[in-house]
Nanobody, 128 residues
Framework: QWQLVESGGGLVQPGGSLRLSCAAS???????IGWFRQAPGKEREGVSC????????YYVDSVKGRFTISRDKFKNTVYLQMDSLKPEDTAVYYC??????????????????????WGQGTQVAVSS
C-alpha cells in the first residue's frame, strides 16, 4: 500500500519561508508527485508537481518564482520550498502520488483526478 506523510507546516509571517516534506513509502522513481492545497471555504487546488519522467516540474501561476518542488530519491521524499509567503497561501497542503510506468513519458499535471494516493495534509498559516 502506497502511503504519503506530509510535514513541515506551521505559522509564519508574511514574507517568510517554510519547507514542506512528503515522505513516501515507495520509490519515487515510479511516481509523479503533486502538491495541492485547500484554503478555508475554498476548493482544493493544484500547486505544483514533479514528473517521474525527466524530473520535470510544473507550478501554478500564483506560486511561480516563490515555490520550488524537488525530489530526493534516496530519501523517497519530495519537498516544497515556499518562500515569500503571502496570507493567501494559508491552507492545508497535501501531497499526492500517481504510479507511472518507466515506459510512460509524460509530464505531471495538477489535476486532482490524476492522483490515486493522498497524504493527510499539513497546515500552513501565513499571518502577522
Amino acid at each position: 500500500q502506497w502511503q504519503l506523510v506530509e510535514s513541515g507546516g506551521g505559522l509564519v509571517q508574511p514574507g517568510g519561508s517554510l519547507r514542506l516534506s512528503c515522505a513516501a513509502s515507495f520509490t519515487l522513481d515510479n511516481a509523479d508527485i503533486g502538491w495541492f492545497r485547500q484554503a478555508p471555504g475554498k476548493e482544493r487546488e493544484g500547486v505544483s508537481c514533479t514528473s517521474r519522467y525527466d524530473s520535470g516540474t510544473y507550478y501554478v501561476d500564483s506560486v511561480k518564482g516563490r515555490f520550488t518542488i524537488s525530489r530526493d530519491k534516496f530519501k523517497n521524499t519530495v519537498y516544497l520550498q515556499m518562500d515569500s509567503l503571502k496570507p493567501e497561501d494559508t491552507a492545508v497542503y497535501y501531497c499526492a502520488a500517481v504510479k507511472r510506468s518507466t515506459t510512460v513519458q509524460i509530464m505531471c499535471n495538477i489535476w486532482e483526478s490524476s492522483y490515486d494516493y493522498w497524504g493527510q495534509g499539513t497546515q500552513v498559516a501565513v499571518s502577522s
